[in-house]
């Protein structure tokens, strides 16, 4: 088959794999393993690839340690990171081990002094490590692994690897309030990729680069107050996405920049990309993000007045993710579900759900979303009986100052429109004005989407 059918041995290596994997071609079964894992993998068939790499690892395992043997379960178990990341989730502790194997083995080549024959294969183990803490959040580890993977990257001074440190830091930085420099470094990471070039690489590092910058700048744009700037970043990492027909980046485009049209009020789009990404996670079999999709679904049903079904649907999310070892934006999906249970007077359960999202904020240094869940805070203290203002008051104006200091304009923006209503009703007109007046007149776009235009008509009453 080999010899004569050419065609069949590069477009079905599984098939000659079993053929040698049964005759005991053992080095020879495990090449074709690997092969038909990379095929499955560039084909999106995830499930398969997993299962395939595991199978070429397995084979190695078997055979005599040699240099080329070493080189090749060096580049299989990096290669096996990927698909894990999608199958069981990016912070699951099979994944974890997988980093941690792949970390391992290079470090006994280099040791030996047989160095991976691709000097790039680190950095996807170094990004694993940094991811697991992401998806895990954990704020100082990010901070610290994105300085050194960015260091590394400068001493290498290659392009991919740069890209991706500036990548990293961006996210690192945004993630924990430090959005200006954050998006710095994401215009850095963009200025330095060429979709011809660097698409190839896409499944060394779970998604393609260019997608992840573009959904993540989308959202950095939108919270320093750049809501047109930020739609055009989703909508184009989408179309980039779509471009490169890879699942793993669809699904990627289909969830974090979907938060732009949640952010501006486009509930419609939003609820239509996220039933289409629950629809591709299940076809693909990847929990992780079928469950992404199920909480931008639930946010958007709190967001537009289905608490119940909100309610239901961030809870499943929620579990479902802590499956895959995720806790990652854990304030925002907490902050979500408190206002739907505001929402029907389920005031203990609102309370309580923003008391487990402020001290997420503070135990894990997540702190992009500090200021608006100080804001629905506050919003849930006017909800109750006794209507406890000062204590909305409180909370208004810390959202103020965590926003003001983050240059977080948008979010300053939601806080000085709860605060400037509360004045409102106790007849402070004057000074609810002077509040708000200034931070909308800042805005120089964005002037059609619904936070701009609540402001516009709540400045008109005040005037």
Known sequence: MEGQFTEIAENQPELLARHCTQAGLIEKAAGFWGKAGQRSLERSALVEAVEQFKRALAQIATLPATPALRREEIKLQVALITPLFHVKGYAAPETKAAIERARLLIGQAEALGEPPADPLLLFPVLYGFWVANLIAFNGDAVRELAAEFLALAEKQGTTVPLMVGHRLMATSLTETGDLAEG?????EALALYHPREHRPITTLFGQDIGVVILSFRSRCQWLLGYPDAALADAEHALRSARETGQAATIMYALFTPTWAHIHCGDYATANTLSGELIALADEKSTLFWKASGLMNKGCVLALTGQASDAIHTIKSGIAALRSTGATYRGPLWLSYLATA?????????????????ITAIETTGER????????????????????DAAKAEAYFER????????????????????????????????QAHDLLAPVYDW??????????????????ELA
């Not at 998006?183 to 215009?187: C, F, Q, R, V």
């Not at 805005?443 to 008109?460: R, S, W």
Request: net charge negative; charged share 30%.
């Open 341 to 357: 249970h505001a929402e029907l007077g389920q005031l203990d359960d609102a309370r309580r759900c923003m008391g487990e999202a």
């Open 183 to 187: 998006l710095n470094h994401y215009n």
């Open 368 to 387: 992009w979303f500090e200021a608006e869940a100080n804001r629905i805070a506050g919003e849930i203290a006017l909800k109750s009986p006794e209507q």
């Open 443 to 460: 805005f120089t776009e964005g002037f059609d989407t619904l936070d701009m235009k609540e402001a516009k008509a709540l400045l008109d």
């Open 399 to 430: 959202a103020l100052t965590v926003a003001r200091a983050q240059q977080a304009k948008s979010w300053e923006l939601r806080a000085a429109m709860s605060m400037a209503r509360l004045w409102h009703d106790q007849g402070k007109q004057q």
